[in-house]
């Protein structure tokens, strides 16, 4: 019999929390079942595997920095805009060292709460890029420039690989400038 109180929205949650504290690649079933006080076959009657909880915990944290980024993005355009999105973008990653590599997985085409959440988080910048003219074909290669910018960014930043001695907000507020300029300057 399940624990009362125990749903999947919960179990969810609490992976969310202990990924944050151990870090995504450390996020097992076991460790979860222990950190909510059930054996671990219980967890079975919420979350259907490892891989299943690790798609709601996509879905989940998707859907957060799909908030964060279009709540960054309101009321502002062009420079404005793509800046307060970028330092969203870097601060849910901070904030959520470990959910945030879920948020890097493509969402499942069969699973609507998913892709909801993804044309979201993307719809964000796409609203950004419009304000600089780009649409169709263009959008899609600039989203992906800023997401594997932003991304790998704070990847290195994450793992300690910024070792020069010079302030690292300065080089990601260049990172983004730099964004900026390749979007003014767009070549389709």
Request: no cysteine; proline share 5%.
């Amino acid at each position: 019999m399940p624990r009362a109180g125990l749903t999947p929205a919960t179990v969810v949650r609490e992976a969310a929390v202990l990924a944050d504290e151990v870090g995504y690649d450390k996020l097992t079933l076991a460790a979860l079942a222990g950190r909510l006080g059930v054996a671990l076959p219980s967890l079975y009657k919420h979350v259907r595997g490892a891989d299943a909880l690790h798609r709601k915990l996509a879905v989940l944290a998707t859907a957060e920095i799909a908030e964060k980024l279009t709540g960054a993005a309101a009321g502002r355009a062009g420079a404005d805009a793509l800046r307060a999105v970028a330092a969203a973008y870097r601060a849910y990653a901070r904030r959520h060292p470990g959910r945030y590599p879920a948020t890097q997985r493509a969402p499942d085409p069969d699973d609507p709460e998913h892709r909801a959440a993804g044309e979201r988080a993307v719809g964000a910048i796409y609203a950004i890029l419009r304000g600089y003219g780009l649409t169709g074909d263009a959008a899609v290669d600039a989203t992906r420039m800023f997401r594997a910018a932003v991304h790998g960014f704070l990847t290195l930043e994450a793992a300690g690989g910024f070792g020069l001695p010079r302030d690292i907000d300065r080089s990601f507020d260049q990172m983004v400038s730099g964004l900026d300029t390749a979007y003014r300057n767009w070549r389709s």
